[in-house]
């Protein structure tokens, strides 16, 4: 079944988000076309840095919740920012965060900390006048007290995680290109490495490639392929929505875990990222050299793991593999944002 004929027999507009804004199946009745650049894939008109630092603009929470379940390593929110339509960004884009109050070392105001989109354009309620966060809190565990040392938890994880409705944010932006997807061949295939919150960029892609009525919804016929790591199943983020993107696209959307504290790598030892992208390594490749694009995204440590994988699959296949990135990097196909 093609995409615009699958998109044709959804009841009106559905949203797909977690239990703060419209449920599934709720009818919007919204055409969503009116944030697209004309025509839809122009990114020329692309913007950053709308807001800066010294000038920051004032969004209001409309709801903080926590999304994933008791036995997941840490607390991971969605917190849905209203921007009233005065803050536009495109998917893959980040917003900056100003905490309230001032540094204790030297009583300046806190720095900006950048946070993923974790929404489309659109926003959860496609308005077009909200923005979603995807934000871990984070904590301290202080070895000599054997316990979070609540001193030295993070400033503005905690702040958001802590927000209630109608909370103001200082917020800076939008922030990056570097992962937007390119959306002028409509069969390009994405293949979306995340870990953790690395995932908010992805939903927001997979919003945009299939929960919508866009010109971009509407034209794609690629596949889009997700790998998503995290610690156990608690602790996956929006799988709702992605199984609910994988029954209804199954030909163009692909969703695989690494759970590493419940899943065994071909060696016996912990599922991570770079052992489930492994398990599939000539069909990356494959993709890769038909021009999808890759992207990454999460904290930092991801990457030297998934680079020895990559190294020891180029090694296999006879390829250098210094080259093999530039290559990919050279036609834009290499997305990384990790922090
Ligand atoms: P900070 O206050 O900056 O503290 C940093 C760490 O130091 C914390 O773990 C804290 O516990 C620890 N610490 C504090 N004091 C001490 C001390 N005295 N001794 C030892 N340790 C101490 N994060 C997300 O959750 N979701 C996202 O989507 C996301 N996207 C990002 C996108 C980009 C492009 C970038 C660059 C970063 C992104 N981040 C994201 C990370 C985010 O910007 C922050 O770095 C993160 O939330 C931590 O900020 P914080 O203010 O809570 O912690």
């Not at 720095?111 to 984070?138: E, F, H």
């Not at 904290?299 to 250098?320: H, Y």
Request: include cysteine; charged fraction near 25%; hydrophobic fraction near 35%.
């Amino acid at each position: 079944m093609k995409i615009v004929s699958a998109l044709a027999l959804l009841p009106a507009v559905t949203a797909f988000v977690p239990s703060t804004a419209p449920k599934f199946g709720t009818k919007l009745n919204l055409k969503q076309d009116f944030l697209e650049a004309s025509p839809y894939y122009d990114q020329s008109a692309v913007v950053t840095n709308t807001y800066k630092n010294k000038a920051p603009f004032t969004g209001k929470v409309v709801s903080t919740k926590r999304i994933v379940g008791p036995k997941a390593t840490g607390e991971t929110c969605h917190i849905i920012i209203d921007h009233n339509g005065d803050f536009p960004y495109w998917e893959g884009q980040s917003w900056g965060v100003i905490p309230p109050g001032t540094r204790e070392k030297d009583g300046k105001p806190h720095a900006v900390r950048l946070y993923s989109i974790a929404s489309s354009r659109y926003g959860d309620d496609m308005t077009g006048k909200t923005g979603s966060l995807c934000v871990r809190r984070a904590t301290y565990w202080c070895p000599e007290l054997k316990a979070d040392d609540p001193a030295k938890k993070g400033i503005c994880s905690n702040f958001l995680c802590d927000t209630q409705p109608g909370d103001e944010v200082a917020m800076t932006g939008p922030a990056g290109k570097v992962m937007l997807m390119p959306e002028e061949d409509p069969n390009t295939d994405y293949i979306m490495v995340a870990t953790g919150t690395g995932i908010a960029p992805f939903r927001g892609f997979v919003r945009r490639l299939f929960f919508e009525d866009t010109p971009a919804a509407n034209a794609y016929k690629g596949e889009a392929w997700l790998f998503l790591g995290v610690a156990n199943s608690d602790a996956l983020l929006y799988d709702d929505e992605f199984q609910d993107a994988k029954a209804r696209f199954p030909k163009n959307f692909r969703l695989d875990y690494a759970l590493s504290r419940e899943q065994e790598n071909k060696k016996g030892g912990k599922m991570y990222i770079q052992d489930k992208v492994e398990e599939y390594a000539d069909e990356v490749f494959n993709k890769l050299d038909n021009g999808a694009h890759i992207y990454f995204c999460g904290l930092k440590g991801m990457m030297p793991g998934i680079q020895d994988m990559l190294a020891e699959v180029c090694k296999s296949k006879g390829l250098d593999y210094e080259e093999w990135i530039k290559g990919l990097k050279a036609k834009k196909q290499w997305h990384v944002e990790v922090y």
